[in-house]
């Protein structure tokens, strides 16, 4: 039976982008452990996690697929691609991410992080690789809803906006714009693998320069070597590949939205670690949210058929 779905390109596509934004909301209560129980410096963390992840990636794209990671260094077009992707997607975002989150919190965070699908829908439409429907962007906004609804329980009184942050915050959903868009080229070319991997390992040696991997600034027990391994090998290292190895068999569009999911997984998780009864509120978020991203699909999927009539005839 699985074998079958998985034969459905966009099925993979769909699968892998809602398997990688899964894994993001579980990273992100670990994320949220490591900085609130073991205050541990946002530079280090977002180094570490990128290196580490950087170099589990390149080895298994050696050791498994096979692959030769350093090909893409013989274009310096596609070296160029790479090391922007690296410092400004990748490494950007994340980083971005953070400080957005130190200077208002995760709520608000989280919230502004998942304004990216409309900067993609933007930029999609402006270059005409898409068409604009009115009811897509119903959906997006529709989507939105959801989630702040998760985020906040409907109540904006608990988010403390910092203006700083704000524009932090947006500067990160331009920046999983970046990562998304940016390297599709390079992407299909060389594979998901080969571009994560190098992407992390290169964002992760910049970091190093900031905050090295070996001065964490605070005192490393096993705790912090369990919580940090599943951030770096499956909070980043298989939710990247995962996420974007979904835009080799759908758009960017309808991979970003399926990523609303990360806050939804990150809101349940927690409750539930802690035995606590998610309020209706809640529960309708996560409904609206579901629907909102099923019908995207389905809205997405009819234009694509339509247009491949068109073309055929």
């Not at 403390?160 to 999983?176: E, R």
Request: charged residues 15%.
């Amino acid at each position: 039976m699985f074998s079958k779905i998985v034969k459905n390109q966009r099925s993979k596509g769909i699968l892998l982008a809602v398997t990688g934004a899964i894994l993001w909301g579980i990273n992100g209560t670990f994320v949220d452990l490591v900085f609130s129980t073991l205050k541990a410096p946002v530079e280090w963390v977002v180094g570490t996690r990128l290196l580490g992840a950087g170099i589990i990636i390149l080895l298994y794209s050696i050791l498994i697929k096979k692959e030769k990671i350093f090909s893409i260094f013989k274009s310096s077009k596609d070296m160029s691609i790479l090391f922007l992707f690296a410092l400004i997607g990748m490494s950007g975002c994340q980083y971005l991410f953070f400080l957005s989150i130190e200077k208002n919190g995760a709520g608000l965070a989280t919230i502004l992080q998942f304004t990216s699908p409309i900067f993609i829908y933007l930029y999609l439409v402006l270059k005409k690789e898409k068409k604009m429907f009115l009811q897509e962007l119903f959906y997006i906004m529709l989507t939105f809803l959801g989630v702040f609804l998760v985020v906040t329980r409907g109540n904006l009184t608990k988010l403390d906006v910092n203006i700083l942050g704000l524009l932090i915050g947006i500067g990160s959903a331009i920046g999983v714009t970046f990562y998304t868009l940016q390297p599709r080229r390079i992407l299909k070319k060389y594979g998901s693998s080969v571009v994560v991997g190098w992407g992390m390992l290169i964002g992760g040696g910049v970091f190093q320069f900031v905050h090295p991997i070996w001065q964490p600034g605070f005192n490393i027990d096993k705790k912090v070597i369990l919580y940090m391994g599943f951030i770096i090998v499956i909070g980043t290292a298989v939710s990247f590949c995962c996420y974007l190895g979904s835009l080799n068999y759908i758009e960017a569009s309808l991979s970003n939205i399926t990523a609303a999911l990360e806050p939804l997984v990150a809101n349940i998780l927690t409750p539930l670690l802690l035995n606590q009864i998610l309020p209706p509120i809640q529960i309708i978020g996560i409904g609206i949210v579901l629907l909102s991203v099923l019908l995207f699909a389905n809205f997405s999927e009819k234009n694509r058929k339509n247009e491949s009539l068109k073309l055929n005839k």
